[in-house]
């Protein structure tokens, strides 16, 4: 085989397996509570939000995690994390294309027990 070949067989193999091996797109808010809200609400509050971004384009396989500190050292101003997966980015992109306006983006306005200034998107990969 020349090197032309290789090199272009290689290329539309690297093209061809790369969703493959792509990460999934998780987002991870650093949240505060209210005083006077519990663990309990936060948790109904994130499992109501989860149920309509499951309804949305591109959130039927989002997947969301809350947690709260057990033995941590530097939190900051931080109660929780509030986190969020989805299996590709094109999910990801196409469910916050349509937030705005959502009942999704509706419940999040509606409950202002909790405010998440602070997020970071990131691609994980999990080890087997």
Not at 29 to 54: F, H, P, S
Not at 84 to 104: L, R
Request: charged content about 25%.
């Amino acid at each position: 085989m020349n090197t032309k070949r290789f090199w272009m067989l290689a290329l539309v193999m690297m093209i061809v397996t790369s969703p493959v091996f792509a990460g999934d797109a998780v987002q991870m808010w650093r949240c505060e509570m209210d005083d006077d809200v519990t663990e309990e609400q936060v948790l109904a509050q994130a499992g109501e939000w989860l149920k309509a971004a499951k309804k949305m384009n591109g959130g039927a396989n989002l997947e969301s995690y809350v947690f709260f500190p057990v033995a941590v050292n530097g939190t900051g101003e931080m109660d929780l994390m509030y986190v969020i997966t989805a299996p590709t980015f094109e999910e990801w992109g196409q469910f916050w294309d349509a937030y705005a306006g959502s009942e999704a983006a509706k419940l999040e306005a509606d409950h202002e027990m909790v405010i998440c200034p602070d997020s970071v998107l990131w691609e994980s990969f999990k080890m087997k």
